[in-house]
């Protein structure tokens, strides 16, 4: 069974310090990876995508993931954080035909964004 | 403007008293999904329907019942809602022809059944 883990429940970054959130997934080939991002009260927002080629993706607000098939990892990052990436974040292995649908999300990471 | 619209935003109501949130996307998407989020435990997939008439149990089933009788529209329905079924609700609807796209998501339905 598909399954994806975010080993941190909560981070604490300073303004303009470097983020990085972990991901790791279980999945049998290759699986459709994405981050979403949730504001308080708001639906979720897709950051970026992984679905095949270049493992180094871009994405939105200036983030950025890398795609490890070795480690089985899909990790997000962004070189400068802005108080208003204050926000809830999850990893998730996306339906496909290929898995039947089924989608599945990692329990999220709090980001908190000190001044 | 591409969207899922999800109704009610927030829903009180009392055990056993059946309801039925509703979801429609203006996307054509044949994939559509239902999510519950508590905290500390993300988003569980409760059904999903890969196009009309074609639906599945997700990770959390149990007490919910969906339909897919047209493209656009895929309501949650609680027969018989119980206090453990208060959470916070998504609808999601993507494409999945050609593998997968990104999830467009709703604003959410907070219900409390008391």
């Known amino acids: 069974a598909q399954s994806v883990t975010q080993p941190d429940i909560h981070i604490t970054v300073s303004e303009g310090a470097s983020l990085e959130l972990r991901c790791n997934y279980s999945y049998g080939a290759t699986p459709y990876l994405f981050w979403y991002v949730q504001s308080p009260g708001q639906g979720l927002q897709l950051l970026l995508k992984y679905f095949s080629g270049d493992t180094l993706v871009q994405g939105i607000k200036g983030f950025e993931a890398e795609f490890k098939r070795s480690q089985s990892s899909f990790n997000l990052r962004k070189p400068s954080v802005h108080w208003s990436d204050a926000a809830e974040y999850f990893c998730?292995?996306?339906?496909?035909?290929?898995?039947?649908?089924?989608?599945?999300f990692g329990d999220g990471t709090t980001l908190t964004v000190k001044p | 403007e591409a969207q899922v619209t999800q109704n009610p935003r927030y829903l009180i109501t009392v055990t056993g008293k059946k309801l039925t949130v509703t979801c429609s996307q203006n996307?054509?998407?044949?994939?559509m999904s239902w999510y519950r989020q508590d905290p500390g435990l993300g988003l569980r997939q409760i059904y999903y329907?890969?196009?009309?008439?074609?639906?599945d149990k997700g990770d959390v089933p149990e007490g919910y019942k969906v339909s897919r009788k047209e493209k656009r529209n895929f309501p949650l329905i609680l027969e018989s809602p119980s206090p453990n079924q208060t959470s916070l609700y998504f609808c999601?609807?993507?494409?999945?022809?050609?593998?997968?796209?990104?999830?467009?998501f709703g604003q959410g339905t907070r219900l409390t059944v008391v």
């Open positions: 996307m054509n998407h044949e994939y």
């Open positions: 329907s890969m196009n009309v008439e074609v639906t």
């Open positions: 998730a292995v996306g339906a496909t035909p290929f898995n039947a649908g089924k989608s599945t």
């Open positions: 999601a609807s993507s494409s999945i022809i050609q593998g997968a796209t990104e999830a467009f």
